[in-house]
């Protein structure tokens, strides 16, 4: 019995990576301060209509619930993590996004950014997280929100994230300017280039 569970999880685990016990904290640089009364979220670039929203208003904006498995480049991974957030794919329509708009950048605070393709970036799992197993995102883990982008190495889920940018290039982000992987799937094992 619990060999086939070790197999069910080990089928789970992509190539290289380890399952973590806890919830590793990364990034670089301190964590902002939130400032709910100043604190905005925009939706901006190759789009028709432009977005800024309050927190008021981002926490009132149709939400859903992911369940999904977590992979961070320094091969520890996480299973069934909960998030809730606005979906990226909502936050597109609302602003209109032009169909020259094929990449977005995630901005974070102190010059963080991470670049995806938009097609991935709205899909259905895709979110603008801001709350954590029922409860508010902690602000360790980027909250109030962050992205979160099951899909790729974690690196691609910016934290604290203050706004989306459309682009009709791509724009290579943070991490992706220092060797890590445009692509960043870790089925593939795209690390570092
Ligand atoms: N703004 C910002 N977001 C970031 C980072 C960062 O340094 N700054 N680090 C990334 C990396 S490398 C990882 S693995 C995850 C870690 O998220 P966690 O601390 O919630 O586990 O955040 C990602 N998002
Ligand atoms: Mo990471």
Not at 94 to 106: G, S
């Amino acid at each position: 019995m619990a060999r086939a569970v070790d197999e069910r999880y080990a089928k789970r685990l992509p190539p290289g990576q380890y399952m973590a016990r806890d919830f590793p904290v990364l990034h670089v640089g301190d964590v902002p301060r939130f400032d709910p009364t100043a604190w905005r979220f925009r939706v901006f670039g190759e789009v028709d209509s432009p977005q800024e929203f309050t927190w008021e208003q981002f926490l009132a904006l149709p939400a859903r619930a992911v369940t999904a498995d977590i992979h961070c480049v320094t091969r520890w991974s996480k299973f069934d993590t909960q998030w809730t957030g606005v979906p990226t794919k909502y936050l597109f329509e609302v602003a209109r996004v032009r169909p020259t708009a094929r990449f977005v950048v995630a901005h974070g605070p102190f010059g963080y950014t991470a670049n995806l393709p938009r097609a991935l970036a709205e899909a259905d799992d895709v979110l603008l997280a801001h709350t954590y197993e029922g409860k508010p995102l902690e602000p360790i883990h980027g909250g109030p929100v962050r992205m979160f982008v099951p899909s790729r190495y974690f690196w691609k889920s910016t934290k604290w994230c203050t706004g989306l940018e459309l682009l009709s290039e791509d724009r290579p982000g943070f991490w992706e300017t220092r060797g890590y992987h445009n692509e960043a799937d870790p089925w593939k094992e795209e690390r570092y280039w």
